[in-house]
C-alpha cells in the first residue's frame, strides 16, 4: 500500500509539472506573440515638421485595434529609419519601396502591406477615382526654361532626394543612365529633405530641376496656387511600387495579421482615411509580395553599375 501511494505520490508530481511547463509554454507562446508595445517610424515626403504632428493620431487608432501602447516617431531620412528597424529600436517603418529593399536585404525588415494612392492623370497632374498600387517619377523645369527634355540636362543643377530615394533618386537616375546620360557624373546634385522643397528650389530658381514623385507639385499648391502652371514635368518614368508598411523579422505570424488588419481597416475608416491622406496621401493598404519590387532591384543595380 505505502508502495502504491509513493507511485501515486510520483505520478502527480509528474503530472503536475507537465501541466505547469504546458501551462508556461503556452504562455510564452501567447506573450511573444503579442508586444508590450509598438514603435512605428516614417521617413519625410513633405515638412518633416508637418508629417510628424499629423500622424500623431495613428498612435490613437492603431493602439485602439491592437491593445498596446504605439508610438509614432519621424526618421530624418530612408537610412535612419532602416539603421534603427535593424538594431530593433523600430518595430514598423513606413518604408518608400527602394528603402524597403535595403531594409529586407540587410535582414531589417518584411513586407507587411503596400499603400493605395488614386491614379494621376496628365497633363494638369490631376487625381482619378481609380486606386492604384503604384507611381512614377517626374523631371521638373520651370516654365520658360531652356530645358525642353532630359538631353538638355546636361551640366544642370538638379534638386534630388537622398540616394535611395526611389523617385527622388533612384528611377530617373536610372533611366536617364540607360539612355545615355549619366545624371551624378553630368550634372550639379543638390540633396534636399523633402520633395516639395525639391518643388520650390525650381520655382525659386535655386536649382534648374528637381526629381520628385507625380505629381510633388499639389503639396505646394496651398502655399502656391499658380505652382502647377509656374513649374511643369519634362518627362516621367516607369511605374514604381507604392510604399511599404514594414515590419521586423522579429515579429510573429500572428502578430503580423493583427497589424495588417488593423492598418487595413484604419485605412477605410472615414477618421483612419483622413489621417493616412495627410501624411502620405495614402487611400489604403493592400497585401503584396516581395517580387512585387524586382524592379526596383533592377534599377538598383543600374545606378550602382553592376
Excluded at 485602439?64 to 530624418?76: D, E, N
Aim: net charge positive; aromatic share 8%.
Amino acid at each position: 500500500m505505502k508502495k502504491f501511494k509513493k507511485v501515486l505520490v510520483g505520478f502527480v508530481a509528474v503530472l503536475t509539472a507537465l501541466v505547469a511547463t504546458a501551462c508556461s509554454s503556452k504562455s510564452s507562446t501567447k506573450d511573444s506573440s503579442t508586444p508590450k508595445s509598438l514603435n512605428v517610424q516614417f521617413v519625410p515626403s513633405n515638412a518633416a515638421t508637418k508629417l510628424e504632428a499629423r500622424a500623431k493620431p495613428l498612435e490613437k487608432m492603431l493602439s485602439k485595434r491592437l491593445g498596446i501602447p504605439v508610438h509614432v516617431t519621424m526618421s530624418t531620412d530612408y537610412n535612419t529609419v532602416v539603421e534603427a528597424m535593424k538594431s530593433k529600436k523600430v518595430d514598423v517603418g513606413f518604408l518608400p519601396s527602394d528603402a524597403y529593399i535595403l531594409a529586407h536585404k540587410q535582414h531589417a525588415a518584411d513586407l507587411l502591406l503596400q499603400a493605395e494612392r488614386y491614379g494621376i492623370k496628365q497633363p494638369g497632374g490631376k487625381l482619378t477615382k481609380s486606386l492604384v498600387n503604384y507611381y512614377r517619377a517626374e523631371i521638373l523645369v520651370k516654365k520658360g526654361s531652356k530645358i525642353k527634355s532630359w538631353k538638355d540636362l546636361k551640366g544642370k543643377s538638379i534638386s534630388v532626394q537622398n540616394p535611395t530615394s526611389t523617385s527622388g533618386y533612384i528611377f530617373p537616375v536610372a533611366e536617364l543612365k540607360e539612355k545615355g546620360l549619366n545624371v551624378p557624373k553630368s550634372c550639379k546634385l543638390v540633396t534636399v529633405t523633402g520633395h516639395d522643397q525639391a518643388v520650390l528650389n525650381v520655382l525659386n530658381g535655386d536649382t534648374d530641376a528637381a526629381f520628385v514623385f507625380e505629381d510633388a507639385r499639389t503639396i505646394v499648391q496651398k502655399d502656391n496656387p499658380k505652382i502647377m502652371s509656374e513649374v511643369v514635368p519634362i518627362y516621367f518614368t516607369q511605374k514604381i511600387p507604392n510604399d511599404t508598411i514594414s515590419v521586423s523579422p522579429s515579429m510573429s505570424k500572428a502578430f503580423r495579421k493583427k497589424l495588417a488588419d488593423a492598418f487595413i481597416a484604419i485605412g477605410k475608416s472615414k477618421e483612419g482615411k483622413k489621417v493616412i491622406e495627410s501624411v502620405y496621401n495614402h487611400e489604403g493598404y493592400v497585401y503584396a509580395k516581395d517580387s512585387d519590387f524586382d524592379i526596383i532591384r533592377k534599377y538598383d543595380k543600374i545606378v550602382a553599375g553592376k
